[in-house]
């Protein structure tokens, strides 16, 4: 959905940091799940952080805890995935995505299954060895 706008994508080489930003609407970011998820083409969407707003709920899958974060800037209503040491198989277009639940456990579920309300259009990363 239009709603959502992700920006912050690029070329980069292995090893360094990208920050990529979500816009949303007040209302959304303050009441919904929101999430970072990436494809590549012909493979699974894959989920990479989520975070219930209005919460101290986060999640990480553990084989992406040391090098990924997401945060948000609840006045500007933007939502954060900070990547660090980034290599080839970062290469993907990464989305954001809401949901408006009223728990963290709802989110972590929606989460898990993709089942998500909103979608950006994406931003597409591209890691060079």
């Known amino acids: 959905q239009g709603q959502l706008v992700e920006s912050g994508g690029g070329s980069v080489t292995a090893g360094v940091s990208l920050k990529l930003s979500c816009t949303a609407p007040?209302?959304?970011?303050?009441?919904?799940?929101m999430a970072w998820f990436r494809q590549v083409p012909g493979e699974e969407r894959e989920g990479l952080a989520a975070?219930?707003?209005?919460?101290?709920?986060?999640h990480v899958p553990d084989n992406k805890k040391d090098r990924f974060t997401i945060s948000r800037d609840n006045f500007n209503a933007i939502l954060y995935l900070e990547m660090d040491s980034l290599n080839p198989d970062g290469t993907a277009m990464y989305y954001c995505?809401?949901?408006?639940?009223?728990?963290?456990?709802?989110?972590?579920?929606?989460?898990?299954?993709?089942?998500?309300?909103?979608w950006g259009q994406g931003t597409q990363v591209t890691v060079s060895s």
């Open positions: 007040q209302e959304i970011f303050t009441q919904n799940c």
């Open positions: 995505a809401a949901r408006g639940l009223d728990s963290g456990a709802s989110c972590h579920s929606t989460f898990l299954r993709r089942d998500v309300a909103y």
């Open positions: 975070t219930f707003t209005g919460t101290e709920w986060k």
